[in-house]
């Protein structure tokens, strides 16, 4: 039973980054009575540009929004710009850490020298937590999956919080904790290496595969924050994992958990207090969620329930494992089958995952921009029997292109190249098929269209981030579609002009 304690109201949290996890642990923290300090590297926007410019930086450092500082003058609180300080951060009690914010920093290393705690909002939030967590991480699929755990609850009965690197704070759920039964957390690798004593009652690790390296350091460290989704479990808690993924497979292994439904059968050193109830999503024949043409065949209770996906949003090699891992969640949870269907059959995709575009001249355009690594690149392609034109490219995050090889020699017929990993990927996938470069999105789009022929794809599935060319995948994505609807839309005038049939979006 988890108990719900309050912060004591009687010290001082200093918060470090003001996003969107910051305001609400700003928001939340005072509604404590809790004293608060904020420390952003950002520069005050009433500072002259000139005075924002990094030394020997060939632009502006970003400045906080004006909301920002208005948000802290109406909430009383005092704040430092323009980096972080000893002097002023070592005035509280205990640091709060943004996700953006490396655990490595040299003064997060000073303030714990001091004796200060340094805690991520997991970490913070999790003596708070007393309704049951449903945790989703992994290198691809989290947004997803986190969302439809979210709508089959929903669709059960239940009242339910989505939120943690989905968008909404921990901290909102912390302001208004009482009208919800479960929560369900999308949980970052960021989030993760700082989650202190959090616990999930029903933990998912989807998948792994090289990401976010530049922060990490190493494959090994990147799986270690990974695997933390797991850490506090217990005997009677559910850890759920990709049997199609064989480093998830592997990494079942060091969970100490042996049994399904039935009685656990301890080896020599183990304790029951760490030996998870563990299942498996995938095609593998022993798994628990059983992909089977387009439906997820669950061995639940000594029986077979079989759930068709078929003609839903879910029905591809993608949505498939994303509802198969969902479908145990809310088995695990006590939702009875019908709700599952039903939510299944009502769920929506969020923007910007293998959306479609549209259609003209017989080729089609997707938009992947959600895809920022070569997991979910890998994933995209395996959707497409072939006769793909990728585009690809942004910036880096130490991933390794080289994994995309066989897929791009198979799948991919034109390899479109944008952005500051242009001759990293090209290097790395040299003589794989035929190359492009452009400076934009908009000319890799009409390159795409001129190089495309009937039966063709244009997928947009970059592998990297978008910060070097977009503020962000969402603003990507938008730049690509706009870009392929006026490609369509040229097609279908000149169809019409000659009294046929173009394309549709």
């Known amino acids: 039973m988890r108990a719900h304690n309050k912060i004591t109201a009687d010290g001082c949290v200093a918060v470090m980054g003001l996003g969107v996890s910051g305001r609400a642990a700003v928001r939340y923290l005072l509604s404590q009575g809790m004293r608060v300090l904020v420390s952003d590297t950002r520069d005050s926007p009433h500072l002259p540009a000139a005075a924002s410019a990094s030394p020997g930086s060939h632009g502006l450092r970003p400045s906080l929004a004006v909301a920002d500082l208005d948000f802290l003058a109406e909430q009383g609180v005092e704040y430092e710009c323009g980096g972080h300080t000893l002097a002023f951060l070592r005035r509280a009690d205990q640091v709060l850490v943004s996700p953006g914010i490396s655990q490595d920093l040299e003064i997060l290393q000073e303030l714990r020298a001091l004796g200060i705690p ?20 992994g290198t691809n699929g989290k947004t997803t999956v986190t969302a439809l755990i979210g709508k089959l609850l929903q669709q059960a009965g239940k009242k339910v919080f989505v939120g943690g690197n989905i968008g909404t704070s921990l901290f909102d759920y912390l302001s208004n904790p009482e009208d ?17 004593a959090f616990k999930a009652d029903v933990a998912i690790l989807l998948n792994v595969t090289p ?42 292994a060091e969970l100490g958990v042996r049994a ?9 050193g183990m304790v029951a207090e760490r030996c998870q109830r563990w299942r498996l999503f995938g095609h593998g024949a022993d798994c628990q969620a059983r ?25 591809n090699a993608t ?22 269907v039903q939510g299944l059959a009502a769920f929506q995709v969020a923007p910007h995952r293998m959306a479609w575009v ?3 001249d017989g080729v089609s355009y997707y938009d992947d921009s959600k895809a920022t690594n070569t997991g979910a690149v890998l994933s995209a392609l395996a959707s497409f029997s072939g006769n793909v034109i990728l585009i690809a490219g942004g910036r880096d995050k130490g991933d390794d292109y080289t994994l995309l090889k066989e897929s791009v020699a198979g799948k991919v017929r034109c390899l479109i190249l944008i952005g500051e990993a242009t001759e990293l990927i090209a290097q790395a996938l040299a003589g794989m098929t035929e190359m492009h470069r452009a400076e934009s999105m908009e ?26 060319m977009f503020d962000n995948y969402g603003h990507r994505g938008n730049v690509f579609a706009a870009a392929a609807q006026k490609v369509i839309r040229a097609s279908l005038a000149v169809a019409v002009a000659a009294g046929g049939k173009g394309g549709s979006v």
């Open 118 to 137: 340094v805690l991520g909002e997991l970490a913070m939030a999790a003596p708070l937590l007393s309704k049951p967590v449903v945790a989703i991480t």
């Open 260 to 268: 399904m439904d039935g009685p656990v059968t301890l080896e020599p």
């Open 443 to 468: 000319e890799a789009v009409m390159l795409a269209s001129e190089l495309a022929r009937a039966g063709d794809t244009v997928l947009l599935s970059p592998a990297c981030s978008s910060f070097d």
């Open 319 to 340: 949505g498939l494992l994303n509802g198969a891992s969902a479908i145990l969640a809310a088995r695990s949870l006590g939702c009875a089958r019908e709700a599952i």
């Open 358 to 360: 549209g259609e003209g």
């Open 211 to 252: 990401d976010h390296l530049d922060r990490h350091g190493s494959m090994a460290g990147y799986v270690a924050a990974k695997m933390k989704i797991f850490s506090g479990q217990g005997q009677n808690d559910t850890a759920i994992l990709g049997g199609d993924d064989q480093l998830c497979r592997a990494l079942s």
């Open 180 to 196: 919800v039964d479960v929560l369900v957390l999308e949980l970052s690798s960021f989030q993760l290496e700082a989650a202190g």
């Open 291 to 315: 992909i089977d043409g387009y439906g997820v065949v669950l061995a639940w209770q000594g029986k077979e329930e079989v759930y068709d996906l078929a003609g839903s949003m879910l029905d």
